[in-house]
């Protein structure tokens, strides 16, 4: 079917490809279709245009003065058509309205009893959000989840805002610093028992950091979990790293060092280049945005 009987729109996709890629291999493997079906199609374009839109050269294709002319109005066709698909299933995804986020555990529950959530939930309340906690990252690009809260060293091609900063220190309980004293400066830590992140989580920016700073240190615990390094702390087994939020709202614990520049990061509010752009997503990150002073407290404590 030919729209307004003067040309079908579909054929402007193989003038675009010969636009592009100069050849009409290479644009019938870009669309995934063969070269001699892209020579027809453009051929018919030309017919119905009445006028030829590239002219062959040994080294390929290239655009007439005509195809020319034409090209930034081909180009804008094909975006429209992108946005009115990507619209298209929006529209669909923004009916399941379920926002899949994930932090670490200990923010998960600062989040769920602030009032932000809450707030979110009266804005828009087609959607909801739903805490997914680990302590590895999940993965944003398999959509195991569609955003997350971070800090520390992320993935390259996730896009997200910085919210805030992370800070970390070195703390003790009160009754370790009575029985062995504190450290006055880094280089002491070695004399010290120490608390660190088991095999799991070596590539921890703290674990690393304790590995350089102590390398002959004792570990008297290792955990998988920051909140696992929480409790060991709080038990006088040992100095050990941790975020400022959660060292500074423990009275059982001192900081004895720090804060430390090499481990200090930020959040950041991250999702998937694909996802970030869905109408769901994107209202979560507008409003996270302009919440972002209650969610510094809540990162930070």
Same mark, same amino acid.
């Not at 062959?56 to 429209?80: F, H, M, P, S, W």
């Not at 989040?111 to 906690?133: A, C, N, Q, Y």
């Not at 507008?286 to 919440?291: K, P």
């Given at each position: 079917?030919?729209?307004?009987?003067?040309?079908?729109?579909?054929?402007?996709?193989?003038?675009?490809?010969?636009?592009?890629?100069?050849?009409? *291999?290479?644009?019938?493997?870009?669309?995934?279709?063969?070269?001699?079906?892209?020579?027809?199609?453009?051929?018919?374009?030309?017919?119905?245009?009445?006028?030829?839109?590239?002219?062959?050269?040994?080294?390929?294709?290239?655009?007439?003065?005509?195809?020319?002319?034409?090209?930034?109005?081909? #180009?804008?066709? #094909?975006?429209?058509? #992108?946005?009115?698909?990507?619209?298209?299933?929006?529209?669909?995804?923004?009916?399941?309205?379920?926002?899949?986020?994930?932090?670490?555990?200990?923010?998960?529950?600062?989040?769920?009893?602030?009032?932000?959530?809450?707030? %979110?939930?009266?804005?828009?309340?087609?959607?909801?959000?739903? %805490?997914?906690?680990?302590?590895?990252?999940?993965?944003?690009?398999?959509?195991?989840?569609?955003?997350?809260?971070?800090?520390?060293?992320?993935?390259? #091609?996730?896009?997200?805002?910085?919210?805030?900063?992370?800070?970390?220190?070195?703390?003790?309980?009160?009754?370790?610093?009575?029985?062995?004293?504190?450290?006055?400066?880094?280089?002491?830590?070695?004399?010290?028992?120490?608390?660190? %992140?088991?095999?799991?989580?070596?590539?921890?920016?703290?674990?690393?950091?304790?590995?350089?700073?102590?390398?002959?240190?004792?570990?008297?615990?290792?955990?998988?979990?920051?909140?696992?390094?929480?409790?060991? *702390?709080?038990?006088?087994?040992?100095?050990?790293?941790?975020?400022?939020?959660?060292?500074?709202?423990?009275?059982?614990?001192?900081?004895?060092?720090?804060?430390?520049?090499?481990?200090?990061?930020?959040?950041?509010?991250?999702?998937?280049?694909? *996802?970030?752009?869905?109408?769901?997503?994107?209202?979560?990150?507008?409003?996270?945005?302009?919440?972002?002073?209650?969610?510094?407290?809540?990162?930070?404590?």
């Amino acid at each position: 079917m030919h729209s307004g009987g003067m040309f079908d729109w579909n054929d402007l996709k193989y003038f675009l490809g010969v636009a592009r890629h100069g050849s009409t *291999i290479a644009a019938g493997k870009a669309l995934g279709t063969s070269q001699s079906t892209v020579h027809r199609r453009l051929d018919e374009l030309e017919r119905r245009l009445g006028r030829a839109l590239v002219t062959r050269q040994n080294t390929g294709y290239r655009l007439t003065e005509y195809g020319d002319a034409l090209l930034k109005y081909a #180009e804008r066709i #094909e975006a429209a058509v #992108e946005d009115f698909q990507r619209q298209a299933t929006d529209i669909e995804q923004e009916l399941k309205g379920v926002i899949r986020v994930t932090c670490p555990e200990p923010i998960v529950f600062r989040m769920t009893k602030s009032k932000l959530i809450d707030g %979110f939930h009266e804005r828009h309340p087609g959607l909801r959000v739903e %805490f997914v906690t680990s302590d590895r990252y999940l993965d944003l690009a398999k959509g195991e989840v569609d955003v997350a809260f971070r800090s520390g060293d992320t993935d390259d #091609e996730l896009v997200g805002r910085k919210i805030a900063d992370s800070i970390w220190a070195v703390y003790a309980s009160h009754g370790y610093t009575e029985r062995h004293g504190k450290p006055a400066r880094i280089e002491d830590l070695s004399q010290h028992q120490l608390v660190g %992140f088991d095999e799991s989580l070596a590539n921890h920016r703290a674990a690393k950091w304790l590995k350089e700073v102590a390398p002959d240190a004792k570990m008297s615990v290792r955990s998988n979990s920051v909140l696992g390094l929480v409790s060991a *702390i709080k038990s006088g087994a040992g100095l050990g790293p941790l975020p400022t939020a959660l060292g500074n709202a423990e009275p059982d614990l001192v900081r004895v060092l720090g804060p430390v520049p090499e481990l200090a990061r930020s959040w950041r509010l991250l999702a998937h280049p694909d *996802i970030r752009r869905v109408p769901r997503v994107a209202a979560f990150f507008d409003y996270i945005v302009e919440h972002r002073d209650a969610l510094k407290s809540i990162l930070t404590g």
